[in-house]
């Protein structure tokens, strides 16, 4: 059954979008196609309809497919929690917390649930995309790998490699992959692609030939620039845009040192009477700005220190006394609270921690983790919502009386007796439109105009159409085995 490998001379060469961009024109072809990333490692999660939860690139995959997205799309999930150990998902579920040397201990476990889901997805559907992770010139990293070529070997799936012209230096990234390859490594690549150029790419037309001549491989097209993928949700922190600019409601989020399923500011950074402004480290919260929002983390106790050690603790406390407005999701909905406490140590070292004290409420971590999509009626405007809810926790206390929102007839997070703090689990707010529009009339904004969903399905046509026109899809394809 036909599939093809999409990986890349390092890590954030545009891997995610190019394999959602192809699936869509795959799609427009016809084809019933699915996504799928052996191993993933990032804290923005998607929820999907079975419970589980993925990396958030393989649900805008799936949406480019016309497809909800499934677990078996990302069949291993790694959730960095500190500098050297992360939270193993596998399937959807967490399987264990490790540091990272005893991951590569845990990896050959892990391989035969990458094959089960992969296999699966093999049987449904016409075409499966795969997208690497990292670089496969890691070659320190081979031995048991299940991201990369050990993937591609043990499937049999052939693998085109895609480098990144912006930063510099794409012939050596090519040519020097190749070098580092151990030699049956080397003959699963199939071709390359160079991804984000920008200008005239005839200019690079002795630089494509040398690419082949020093490697055999043959090209599959030069990929310009698409400056709308900025439009669409990230998965890397590094891709989080610093600033969108022209709105009259300023709105200040804190860039947390673990900082989790930071999509959901996206809506939010595309909405015309928003300035949204990422805070980053070392940099105070502005005075004049309207709202703040605490995004979700990996690691509420940890960020609680962070945000103590940047001085934004000073500055939220002083927005709150001008009556500023604030928003914390999920993790940021701990953090506002009286306390936060892990008595088994869950997410480090056993203890219990003040929080903001925004928030007349406490928070228990606890073993059982809330995975699962919620549908809610907002509390303070009446409209209903969609969204999802994904973490450890409880939260309790007099300020739940008055709740964010309710779900299916529960209370659903809290809010200050004045009703400019908030706080909620739920995850996703902004993409529904009825509620954002709602959210920042109560700013005092004008009506939202801006239909996020269908941008979203605008910017996926364009990407697909761009793909097609500077790739060779149709020799991408047939590589894949698709007749």
Same mark, same amino acid.
């Given at each position: 059954?036909?599939?093809?490998?999409?990986?890349?001379?390092?890590?954030?060469?545009?891997?995610?979008?190019?394999?959602?961009?192809?699936?869509?024109?795959?799609?427009?072809?016809?084809?019933?196609?699915?996504?799928?990333?052996?191993?993933?490692?990032?804290?923005?999660?998607?929820?999907?309809?079975?419970?589980?939860?993925?990396?958030?690139?393989?649900?805008?995959?799936?949406?480019?497919?016309?497809?909800?997205?499934?677990?078996?799309?990302?069949?291993?999930?790694?959730?960095?929690?500190?500098?050297?150990?992360?939270?193993?998902?596998?399937?959807?579920?967490?399987?264990?917390?490790?540091?990272?040397?005893?991951?590569?201990?845990?990896?050959?476990?892990?391989?035969?649930?990458?094959?089960?889901?992969?296999?699966?997805?093999?049987?449904?559907?016409?075409?499966?995309?795969?997208?690497?992770?990292?670089?496969?010139?890691?070659?320190?990293?081979?031995?048991?790998?299940?991201?990369?070529?050990?993937?591609?070997?043990?499937?049999?799936?052939?693998?085109?490699?895609?480098?990144?012209?912006?930063?510099?230096?794409?012939?050596?990234?090519?040519?020097?992959?190749?070098?580092?390859?151990?030699?049956?490594?080397?003959?699963?690549?199939?071709?390359?692609?160079?991804?984000?150029?920008?200008?005239?790419?005839?200019?690079?037309?002795?630089?494509?030939?040398?690419?082949?001549?020093?490697?055999?491989?043959?090209?599959?097209?030069?990929?310009?620039?698409?400056?709308?993928?900025?439009?669409?949700?990230?998965?890397?922190?590094?891709?989080?845009?610093?600033?969108?600019?022209?709105?009259?409601?300023?709105?200040?989020?804190?860039?947390?040192?673990?900082?989790?399923?930071?999509?959901?500011?996206?809506?939010?950074?595309?909405?015309?009477?928003?300035?949204?402004?990422?805070?980053?480290?070392?940099?105070?919260?502005?005075?004049?700005?309207?709202?703040?929002?605490?995004?979700?983390?990996?690691?509420?106790?940890?960020?609680?220190?962070?945000?103590?050690?940047?001085?934004?603790?000073?500055?939220?406390?002083?927005?709150?006394?001008?009556?500023?407005?604030?928003?914390?999701?999920?993790?940021?909905?701990?953090?506002?609270?009286?306390?936060?406490?892990?008595?088994?140590?869950?997410?480090?070292?056993?203890?219990?921690?003040?929080?903001?004290?925004?928030?007349?409420?406490? &928070?228990?971590?606890?073993? %059982? +983790?809330?995975?699962?999509?919620? =549908? @809610?009626?907002? *509390?303070?405007?009446?409209?209903? !919502?969609?969204?999802?809810?994904?973490?450890?926790?409880?939260?309790?206390?007099?300020?739940?009386?008055?709740?964010?929102?309710?779900?299916?007839?529960?209370?659903?997070?809290?809010?200050?007796?004045?009703?400019?703090?908030?706080?909620?689990?739920?995850?996703?707010?902004?993409?529904?439109?009825?509620?954002?529009?709602?959210?920042?009339?109560?700013?005092?904004?004008?009506?939202? &105009?801006?239909?996020?969903? %269908? +941008?979203?399905?605008?910017?996926? =046509? @364009?990407?697909? *159409?761009?793909?097609?026109?500077? !790739?060779?899809?149709?020799?991408?394809?047939?590589?894949?085995?698709?007749?």
């Amino acid at each position: 059954m036909p599939a093809l490998m999409i990986q890349g001379t390092g890590s954030n060469v545009g891997k995610s979008l190019f394999v959602a961009g192809l699936a869509r024109a795959a799609l427009r072809r016809g084809l019933r196609v699915a996504p799928f990333k052996p191993q993933n490692m990032s804290n923005n999660a998607a929820v999907t309809a079975n419970g589980g939860e993925i990396g958030r690139a393989q649900a805008l995959q799936a949406l480019a497919c016309g497809l909800d997205p499934h677990t078996d799309m990302n069949p291993v999930l790694l959730k960095p929690e500190s500098d050297r150990g992360s939270q193993v998902v596998v399937q959807g579920q967490v399987r264990a917390t490790v540091q990272a040397r005893n991951y590569a201990l845990l990896k050959p476990a892990l391989m035969p649930a990458v094959l089960e889901s992969f296999h699966r997805l093999h049987e449904a559907y016409d075409l499966v995309l795969v997208e690497g992770a990292g670089s496969p010139a890691e070659v320190n990293l081979r031995q048991n790998d299940i991201a990369n070529m050990g993937f591609a070997c043990a499937a049999n799936v052939p693998v085109i490699l895609v480098g990144d012209i912006d930063r510099g230096g794409v012939i050596a990234q090519i040519i020097g992959t190749q070098a580092v390859l151990p030699e049956t490594d080397a003959a699963m690549v199939k071709g390359f692609i160079v991804n984000k150029f920008r200008g005239d790419p005839s200019l690079f037309d002795d630089g494509y030939a040398l690419i082949r001549q020093k490697t055999g491989w043959p090209g599959f097209g030069v990929l310009p620039w698409f400056a709308a993928a900025s439009t669409l949700p990230a998965e890397d922190a590094l891709d989080l845009r610093r600033t969108s600019s022209g709105g009259r409601i300023k709105v200040a989020v804190p860039m947390l040192s673990r900082i989790a399923n930071f999509d959901d500011l996206d809506p939010l950074a595309q909405e015309p009477s928003i300035d949204l402004t990422m805070i980053a480290p070392g940099q105070a919260i502005a005075g004049d700005c309207d709202l703040i929002i605490l995004p979700g983390t990996k690691n509420t106790r940890l960020d609680l220190d962070f945000i103590r050690s940047q001085g934004w603790d000073i500055d939220i406390a002083a927005h709150v006394r001008r009556g500023g407005h604030v928003l914390g999701i999920c993790g940021g909905y701990q953090m506002l609270g009286n306390s936060v406490s892990d008595p088994l140590g869950l997410e480090g070292p056993a203890g219990n921690m003040p929080g903001l004290g925004l928030l007349n409420v406490e &928070t228990t971590m606890l073993v %059982e +983790k809330h995975v699962r999509r919620v =549908e @809610a009626v907002h *509390a303070i405007s009446g409209q209903p !919502v969609c969204g999802y809810e994904i973490h450890l926790g409880t939260t309790e206390g007099p300020d739940r009386l008055r709740p964010f929102a309710a779900v299916q007839g529960r209370a659903e997070g809290a809010q200050s007796v004045d009703g400019l703090i908030c706080g909620t689990y739920l995850h996703g707010l902004f993409t529904d439109d009825r509620f954002r529009t709602a959210f920042i009339a109560g700013l005092g904004g004008h009506s939202s &105009t801006l239909r996020y969903s %269908e +941008k979203m399905e605008q910017t996926l =046509e @364009a990407l697909a *159409a761009h793909i097609e026109r500077h !790739v060779d899809v149709t020799g991408l394809l047939r590589i894949a085995g698709c007749r």
